[in-house]
């Protein structure tokens, strides 16, 4: 899992100055019941998948519009959200993508399965 992290990382660390974020820190209130959580996405050139089904045998599961919220209130960034899942070992990675040019890796994980709460469908 480290060693998948590392490697999208350097793959990505170079593209990730590409002005998604704000560069201007401002004083503003807080919103109650929010808390910031200090987090960065990384971001390179698109990322068709080709790799996480050689390296790590996660294959296309699903993929949907998205949106990723900005650290500015009232902001976010639009585009579509891809998640490859390895069916045997249910490792995952998914990808947030704005308008098939730039990927930014949203998580890596493991054991992926069904939430087992409420009534069965």
């Given amino acids: 899992m480290a060693k998948k992290f590392r490697s999208l990382l350097t793959a ?12 201007h820190l ?12 200090p987090s960065t996405m990384l971001c390179g050139v698109y990322n068709s998948g080709e790799r996480m089904q050689t390296e790590y045998g ?11 919220m900005s650290s500015e209130p009232g902001k976010a960034y639009h585009g579509k959200i891809r998640v490859f899942l390895n ?17 930014c890796l949203l998580v890596t994980g493991d054991r992926l399965q069904p939430m087992r709460t409420g009534d069965p469908l």
């Avoid at 996660?58 to 990723?68: I, N, S, T």
């Fill in 26 to 37: 401002a004083a503003q209130e807080p919103t109650p019941g929010i808390v910031p959580f």
């Fill in 12 to 23: 990505n660390a170079c593209a990730v100055l590409l002005g998604l974020g704000s560069s």
């Fill in 87 to 103: 069916p045997n070992t249910m490792s995952y990675t998914i990808f947030f993508d704005l308008e098939d040019q730039l990927s």
């Fill in 58 to 68: 996660e294959l296309p599961f699903v993929e949907g519009d998205a949106q990723v």
